[in-house]
């Protein structure tokens, strides 16, 4: 019923930037939580970022004043900006949502996108 894909992955130089986005496509008409997450290999997926419908904004301490998170609800779409990455920032960003209300105003639970890659290495 609902996907969530995600964009703008890519391979970049210690100190450079870049922009994620991901879409959730269905028959959505609003969606309280939406964040990213990353998992580096042989780790566990770790919390990145997350926003909601209401003022919470919360950002991992290894992230804070370097990546910023946004969303434009009219189009169901979160985006990560990442300023002045660093090696350890290289790993799979996964898109995450939570609390979709369907236009039928049913709920549902927690959604994952299918994550892109994101590499930071000269």
């Known amino acids: 019923q609902v996907q969530l894909v995600e964009s703008g992955g890519g391979l970049v130089q210690p100190g450079g930037s870049l922009r994620l986005s991901c879409a959730a496509s269905g028959s959505i008409h609003s969606i309280y939580t939406l964040g990213w997450y990353r998992q580096a290999p042989g780790k566990q997926r770790d919390l990145v970022a997350r926003t909601t419908s209401g003022p919470g904004t919360v950002y991992a301490d290894s992230v804070k004043g370097r990546f910023t998170i946004s969303r434009d609800n009219a189009k169901n779409t979160v985006y990560l900006q990442m300023n002045s990455l660093k090696p350890k920032d290289t790993a799979v960003y996964y898109c995450?949502?939570?609390?979709?209300?369907?236009?039928?105003?049913?709920?549902?639970?927690?959604?994952w996108g299918q994550g892109t890659q994101v590499t930071v290495s000269s």
């Open positions: 995450y949502a939570d609390g979709i209300t369907l236009t039928t105003r049913a709920i549902l639970g927690a959604h």
